[in-house]
């Protein structure tokens, strides 16, 4: 059986590194910010039936994980951390 390759339509058309690098940063903002996952990802852009799981997947990403990890480091220091579990 030959493979038949199905053609793309135009509206899913490749995003350029440049337009995925935004996304995911507007992303990890929103997600620093306090809103769910399919929040960030519908704001950044992504289909409301897919935000979710498309944004599992980018924090899934070791990149993506140690750069969501350095931003909240910068907004919630360990100090804040610790009077929360202390008190």
Known sequence: ?????????????????????????????????GKTQEQAGIEAGLSPHTAQSQVSQI??????????KELLDEVVPDGILVKKYHS
Request: glycine share 2%; charged share 35%; proline share 5%.
């Open 59 to 68: 924090l899934m990403n070791p990149n993506e994980k140690a750069s969501f």
């Open 1 to 33: 059986m030959k493979k038949v390759k199905q053609n793309q339509p135009k509206h899913h058309i490749g995003k350029s590194k440049d337009v995925v690098k935004v996304r995911r940063k507007k992303i990890l903002k929103a997600l620093i910010e």
